[in-house]
């Protein structure tokens, strides 16, 4: 009689734990319904193309805007050889790279030549010399460097 008790007992647990799987399955399927049917976008099963975002810009003359000589899109200076060096230089970076990077005519050639040797910059054609005639009128070599050195300093020595 305790061998059949025992194996009795042995199904009642396989049949509670089936039933305690069973019952979590079906509360997770129904969590998932509701949560699709309260919102169906959310459904993996529906193709749906993505949105296609796109920037209002409420008019040509805002992006290519001059405000006090300054290009505002881009911070750079308005001057001749503006356009051509926004859309060829900063298509691909920042005009900040550009502006802060001052060079001569021959060090801006050789840095063009680099671009177009590594980084897959495109032959600028005759627009090369103009965005370069641009970059040195409007963006100067400087000999100093990042300040000036300091001068007239009073040491201290600190006591502890």
């Known amino acids: 009689m305790e061998d059949k008790t025992a194996k009795f007992r042995k ?5 509670y734990r089936l039933m305690l799987i069973l019952w979590c399955f079906i509360g997770i399927i129904t969590i998932i319904g509701v949560y699709l049917i309260a919102d169906p976008s959310l459904s993996a099963f529906i193709n749906q193309e993505p949105e296609k975002t796109t920037i209002a810009i409420s008019g040509e003359d805002d992006y290519d805007r001059i405000e006090n000589g300054i290009h505002v899109r881009t911070g750079l200076v308005d001057a001749p050889g503006l356009m051509e060096t926004v859309n060829n230089c900063t298509n691909c970076h920042s005009s900040k790279l550009v502006t802060q990077n001052r060079m001569s005519k ?3 050639k050789a840095t063009i030549r680099w671009m ?3 980084q897959n910059l495109w032959d600028l054609g005759k627009n090369e010399n103009v965005i370069i ?3 040195v009128e409007n963006y100067p ?3 100093t460097g990042r300040r000036e050195n ?6 201290y020595v600190l006591e502890p």
Not at 11 to 15: A, C, K, P
Not at 150 to 155: M, N
């Open 150 to 155: 300091l001068s007239e300093i009073e040491w």
């Open 11 to 15: 199904s009642v647990r396989g049949i």
């Open 116 to 118: 177009q040797e590594t």
């Open 106 to 108: 021959e060090r801006w």
């Open 141 to 143: 070599e400087r000999t």
């Open 133 to 135: 005639d641009y970059l």
